[in-house]
Nanobody, 115 residues
């Protein structure tokens, strides 16, 4: 499956942008979807996932919401109350439900949070 993320940009602290990730090439509903991020100088980290259950990293729990629209082959990440430490390149990823390994990745979209 091919993934295309969008929605990043420069946001003020406290802002609420929504990231989108459009999938193509395969049956979208066959995949669990996740969002990850990589801040400057840091390793990529898990943010949220939507499979048979929904999970969030502790750092975003209560502020971010992952959702998906299978009819539009799109997964979303609604981000609320952004903080400067949320600045990162955000990646969407897909995995088959039968595996824990994400094997398809989007190109990433940069979110910069200004204080």
């Amino acid at each position: 499956v091919q993934l295309q993320a969008s929605g990043g940009g420069l946001v003020q602290a406290g802002g609420s942008p929504r990231l989108s990730c459009a999938a193509s090439g395969r049956t979208f509903s066959d995949y669990a979807m996740g969002w990850f991020r990589q801040a400057p100088g840091k390793e990529r980290e898990f943010v949220a996932s939507s499979g048979r259950s929904i999970y969030y990293a502790d750092s975003v729990k209560g502020r971010f919401t992952i959702s998906r629209d299978n009819a539009k082959n799109t997964v979303y990440l609604q981000m609320n109350n952004l903080k400067p430490e949320d600045t990162a390149v955000y990646y969407c990823a897909a995995r088959y439900y039968s595996t824990n390994v994400y094997n398809s990745w989007g190109q990433g979209t940069l979110v910069t949070v200004s204080s």
